[in-house]
């Protein structure tokens, strides 16, 4: 069983090159997670990939069982965490079609099971220590996947999660920006938190599918996802190829 999993959103609900070996159904206390944890092997790896959104995309940000699909992972023997983030740029550098590994995270969200610490018998720690959000280990893999690959991330930064499923206003995005987020996405937050209570190791792949609202202009979103998703989704990929196998390495070595 890998101790590696990957989970995928907006442009990737499904990872092209997993050579598939099983699917596992997990039950949890907290319910059905949104899809089959998917076990395969990967540029040589043995890892597990989870559909954010589930099957045919079908479950929105807000509606995501995150406490499902982070104790399913836990339960398979996951122990760290690539989350793949399709995210609107903020930061002048963040334009679409590029990639960013964020190192800090603010939560816009509400109405969300967002612990486990519910006080039920055997819950989480109430006050998980959350000052990286993001597990350096993981950052570092990823930085260092990415120049191996040629690609060029295009920063660090905060990432912004608001409820969604709608996208914001611009007012709303210049508040985003005076905050200090360079990028804003919908399913970041409670996802990270989990991952932190459960002591799972958590980094965030943030890819640029759009100018947030307003930032260039009052443009099409949509028509600027389509256009930039899929280079930006080739960049992930390329990323992994080598992120991975180097944590995979020093997994064994550990
Ligand atoms: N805002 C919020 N979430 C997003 C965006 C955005 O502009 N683009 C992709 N996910």
Do not use: E, K, L, Y
């Given at each position: 069983m890998s101790s590696i999993a990957v989970i995928g959103g907006t442009g990737m609900n499904r990872w092209p090159g997993l050579a598939v070996e099983r699917g596992h159904e997990v039950e949890t206390p907290y319910g059905a997670p949104s899809a089959l944890l998917i076990e395969g092997t990967v540029y040589g790896v043995r890892a597990l990939f989870l559909a954010r959104h589930g099957e045919g995309h079908r479950f929105p940000p807000h509606a995501i069982n995150y406490r499902a699909n982070l104790w399913a992972l836990r339960d398979l023997g996951v122990r760290s965490v690539v989350a793949i983030a399709a995210v609107g740029g903020?930061?002048?550098?963040?334009?679409?079609g590029e990639v960013a590994i964020p190192d800090d995270v603010i939560d816009y969200t509400y109405g969300r099971e967002h612990t486990y610490a519910d006080g039920r018998e055997g819950s989480a720690l109430a006050h998980v220590d959350f000052t990286r959000p993001y597990a350096p280990r993981l950052r570092t893999a990823l930085i260092d996947g990415a120049r191996a690959a040629g690609v060029v991330p295009a920063g660090d930064g905060v990432l912004a999660v608001t409820q969604g499923p709608r996208l914001e206003s611009p007012a709303e995005v210049r508040r985003l920006r005076r905050d200090g987020a360079d990028m804003v996405g919908m399913t970041g937050m409670p996802e990270a938190a989990l991952a932190a209570e459960l002591g799972i190791e958590y980094a965030c792949l943030a890819v640029s599918v759009n100018w947030a609202a307003g930032v260039m202009g009052l443009g099409d979103i949509h028509a600027e996802i389509e256009r930039s998703i899929e280079d930006g989704m080739t960049k992930v990929r390329a990323i992994l190829s080598h992120a991975l196998p180097a944590l995979a390495a020093a997994d064994a070595t550990a």
């Open positions: 903020i930061a002048d550098w963040f334009a679409p």
